[in-house]
């Protein structure tokens, strides 16, 4: 099993989601944020006791940001090629096979990084196992 060459601690400000406001009042009006932009709106104008606004202050810590919680980032591989690119950076990248590779690539990409000791993160996703054919 591959490890992450440094693990820092993922540290979120803030893990609730930003509400639209008045979502909860009209259904017309979905929960997912949108910036406030009426003339006399007094949440725009952040009257106290208003829900907050999204702001760069709720960013999180440069070393930590888009790391997954197992330590490493993210890379969409593709094809082999595509995993070849991860051989000297295993231990701060994994990968992640894209959702649109056939089956019999995905076999092909899993036995390759296990060769590279890559970590693929949904290395299981549409395998069957041989008592299924």
Same mark, same amino acid.
């Given at each position: 099993?591959?490890? $992450?060459? +440094?693990?820092?601690?993922?540290? !979120? %400000?803030?893990?609730?989601?930003?509400?639209?406001?008045?979502?909860?009042?009209? @259904?017309?009006?979905?929960?997912?944020?949108?910036?406030?932009?009426?003339?006399?709106?007094?949440?725009?104008?952040?009257?106290?006791?208003?829900?907050?606004? $999204?702001? +760069?202050?709720?960013?999180?810590? !440069? %070393?930590?940001?888009?790391?997954?919680?197992?330590?490493?980032?993210?890379?969409? @591989?593709?094809?082999?090629?595509?995993?070849?690119?991860?051989?000297?950076?295993?231990?701060?990248?994994?990968?992640?096979?894209?959702?649109?590779?056939?089956?019999?690539?995905?076999?092909?990409?899993?036995?390759?990084?296990?060769?590279?000791?890559?970590?693929?993160?949904?290395?299981?996703?549409?395998?069957?196992?041989?008592?299924?054919?």
């Amino acid at each position: 099993m591959v490890t $992450p060459l +440094v693990k820092h601690k993922i540290i !979120k %400000k803030r893990t609730l989601r930003f509400r639209r406001y008045q979502s909860d009042r009209k @259904v017309t009006v979905k929960e997912s944020w949108r910036k406030p932009r009426g003339i006399d709106g007094r949440h725009r104008r952040k009257f106290k006791g208003l829900p907050p606004h $999204p702001n +760069v202050g709720y960013g999180s810590n !440069k %070393k930590t940001r888009h790391m997954l919680p197992n330590g490493f980032l993210k890379f969409v @591989v593709h094809n082999i090629a595509d995993l070849d690119l991860l051989m000297m950076h295993n231990r701060k990248y994994c990968a992640e096979i894209a959702h649109n590779v056939a089956t019999q690539n995905r076999k092909a990409i899993v036995e390759r990084a296990a060769q590279l000791n890559v970590c693929v993160i949904n290395k299981a996703a549409r395998l069957r196992s041989e008592e299924d054919e």
